[in-house]
């Protein structure tokens, strides 16, 4: 075989590997954004109230409670992807989301089972938030590490594509119920219930596809007795990894979370668009979000991952309090779309790059759990609760706070970014980049 027919198998074979790897990755947080997207409609049938804000309030702690665990998640899958591999982590973390999605699709009303339905919601976001947690770790080191060196950047920035395309399809579908198939009593009733059976199939189909994935050279190359030091042990030898890891996520999750999750809701209660408007005006916001992905990702391999990073960190600083004030403020659609996708200029400075960065930091035998724990762990308290921090503000009439609570933690990020190395050049995915850098 020639060296030409070569490069264009292993190139075959790496965009193989990275199609089925997102495909898996869409779908899992498909199931865990379609409980945002239909909370609207489904938060009347496990939390009776007369006040709108109170019922999306119970729904927000309870996406919290989903982020609560995901550091368990991500331990215990970082831990089957350091000890066993890629592909049984990945494999398993999509089942358990498929169960997760059939407890809500199934679960009885408040008015039929009382205390036991929000209980039932409750133990299935548990279930997604520990799939989730263990999802991202494992699948940020897949991706980068079946990337080629030269093109970490733009092939690991599909893990965002697809975490995006996951909420962007639960929008489609809940846009789909909403102006063709179901009328808006219908899906109060019980078409809310949809998205969720339609999450559990996608989910065994692509279960079956990870089964198909190949483990990663890297892993492979691990030997036994790195496989077995891995995991927490491990992951003890790398404090200002993880302490970077924890850094540079704070500021970029909440971000991530407010212009995506809380978006729903604050463009329909806070700018007053009608349903089907909002859900035009997320759609089409998340559509540009993707778009600005692999192009982030294209840029970090040229010019390294630090200037983005420091750019997300500057601008968000200073531009998120001027554009959630106008967002509030406007009552036009496209106005409001605008905004938004401003928002995602400088917020895909980090999403687009943050998975390769952290799988830059760690060695092959504890990569997946030096991803996953400390993200998992920092989303949970800065990512997952933006909402609920955001609804809080509103019911106490301070809903402007919540801007100024965004940037500072945005400012807290670009400290680490400004004092951090560029992994690019100094990678621990690179055989002796450790020691030089540490």
Request: charged share 10%.
């Amino acid at each position: 075989m020639t060296d030409t027919a070569l490069h264009f198998d292993d190139a075959r074979r790496r965009i193989k590997a990275i199609f089925i790897g997102s495909i898996g990755n869409l779908v899992e947080w498909y199931d865990f954004y379609a409980y945002t997207a239909f909370a609207l409609y489904f938060a009347p049938a496990f939390f009776p109230s007369e006040d709108p804000v109170v019922q999306q309030l119970n729904a927000a702690t309870l996406f919290a409670a989903g982020f609560i665990v995901r550091p368990v998640g991500g331990w215990f899958f970082g831990h089957l992807a350091d000890r066993y591999g890629r592909r049984l982590s990945l494999t398993i973390s999509v089942l358990m989301m498929c169960f997760g999605s059939l407890i809500i699709a199934f679960t009885p009303t408040y008015a039929t089972i009382g205390f036991a339905a929000p209980v039932l919601l409750a133990l299935a976001r548990v279930i997604e938030g520990l799939s989730l947690g263990g999802e991202y770790g494992a699948s940020a080191t897949y991706l980068s590490e079946v990337a080629d060196p030269n093109h970490r950047g733009f092939y690991s920035s599909f893990q965002y594509v697809t975490l995006i395309g996951g909420q962007l399809c639960a929008i489609l579908v809940l846009l789909l119920l909403q102006n063709v198939f179901l009328t808006h009593e219908q899906l109060v009733a019980w078409g809310w219930r949809i998205p969720f059976v339609i999450g559990a199939l996608l989910a065994i189909v692509s279960a079956i596809m990870r089964r198909q994935l190949h483990e990663t050279e890297a892993f492979v190359a691990t030997t036994a007795a790195q496989k077995r030091e891995g995991a927490l042990r491990g992951l003890v030898k790398y404090p200002r990894e993880v302490a970077i890891v924890v850094g540079l996520t704070a500021g970029g999750t909440a971000a991530f979370y407010t212009f995506t999750t809380y978006m729903q809701t604050f463009v329909k209660q806070t700018v007053g668009l009608a349903d089907l408007t909002t859900t035009y005006v997320i759609a089409g916001s998340l559509i540009f979000a993707s778009i600005l992905q692999p192009i982030y990702g294209l840029i970090s391999d040229r010019i390294g991952r630090k200037p983005l990073l420091v750019f997300f960190g500057v601008a968000g600083t200073l531009l998120t309090v001027p554009i959630l004030t106008l967002l509030a403020s406007t009552k036009s659609p496209f106005v409001a779309f605008l905004l938004i996708c401003s928002a995602w200029i400088f917020t895909a400075g980090y999403t687009s790059i943050n998975a390769v960065v952290k799988a830059e930091l760690f060695p092959t035998a504890v990569r997946a759990t030096g991803v996953g724990v400390p993200y998992a762990l920092t989303v949970s308290i800065f990512g997952g609760t933006a909402p609920v921090i955001a609804l809080w503000f509103k019911q106490h009439g301070h809903e402007q706070w919540f801007y100024y609570y965004l940037a500072g933690v945005i400012f807290v990020s670009l400290l680490v970014y400004v004092s951090m190395r560029d992994t690019k050049h100094a990678s621990a995915m690179d055989e002796g980049a450790v020691s030089a850098a540490r």
